[in-house]
């Protein structure tokens, strides 16, 4: 058979889109965040303001090395998929030629991920938030938690924290995490499950 596209992840690109160019396949890479570096300068500023150390081998602690591989990885595809106009701006930013990058957005299934139902006197239940993801500075748990509380949106509905903590985060977090309106469960295999709920 034949393709139009190879949609490439990052970490395994450069042969992939080698192929693809060779046999005259267009290539994405996707990015599914900001410019790596722009990320290790903003992570090494929020965990040295929190006073967390950055573990060595940590997907946002600076890696020369990682940021040469996703430099060829860019080289290497036609095309490189960016998730906002905010990360579009980074990689324009650190020289990328806009042309070269293409902005997408990700969906959802509506069937997975229903809307909540009316409550029985038509309105919707008290707010449910639900945070998933890495438990670490870089998501911005610490901001959502104090807009959590401070907000007054504790005082009836409830949060549900869902993933693993970067190292020191949860200790840091503690009265946070301990308010009865916050729920932290880990890290859940079945996200979809504890949407519907």
Same mark, same amino acid.
């Given at each position: #058979? ?23 396949? @267009? ?54 998929? @960016? ?65 959590? @509380? ?6 009836? #509905? ?9 190292? #020191? ?12 309106? @916050? ?15």
């Amino acid at each position: #058979g034949s393709f139009d596209v190879v949609h490439c992840w990052p970490r395994a690109t450069v042969q992939t889109a080698a192929a693809a160019r060779e046999t005259g396949v @267009v290539s994405v890479r996707e990015a599914p965040n900001t410019h790596t570096s722009y990320a290790y300068e903003r992570v090494a500023e929020e965990t040295a303001r929190l006073g967390l150390p950055q573990p060595e081998g940590h997907s946002h602690t600076d890696d020369a090395e990682a940021l040469a591989l996703e430099e060829r990885q860019k080289a290497a595809t036609d095309l490189v998929a @960016v998730p906002s106009e905010f990360a579009l701006r980074t990689f324009v930013e650190r020289g990328v030629p806009a042309e070269r990058l293409g902005l997408h957005q990700y969906g959802f299934d509506p069937a997975r991920f229903p809307p909540p139902a009316q409550g029985a006197n038509g309105r919707h239940p008290a707010l449910r938030a639900l945070f998933v993801g890495r438990c670490e500075p870089r998501k911005g748990l610490h901001y959502a938690l104090a807009a959590w @509380v401070d907000s007054g949106a504790a005082e009836h #509905g409830t949060l549900t924290i869902c993933g693993d903590f970067y190292p #020191g985060y949860e200790e840091l977090l503690a009265d946070r995490l301990a308010h009865p309106s @916050v729920t932290v469960k880990g890290f859940v295999p079945d996200v979809a499950a504890v949407m519907r709920e």
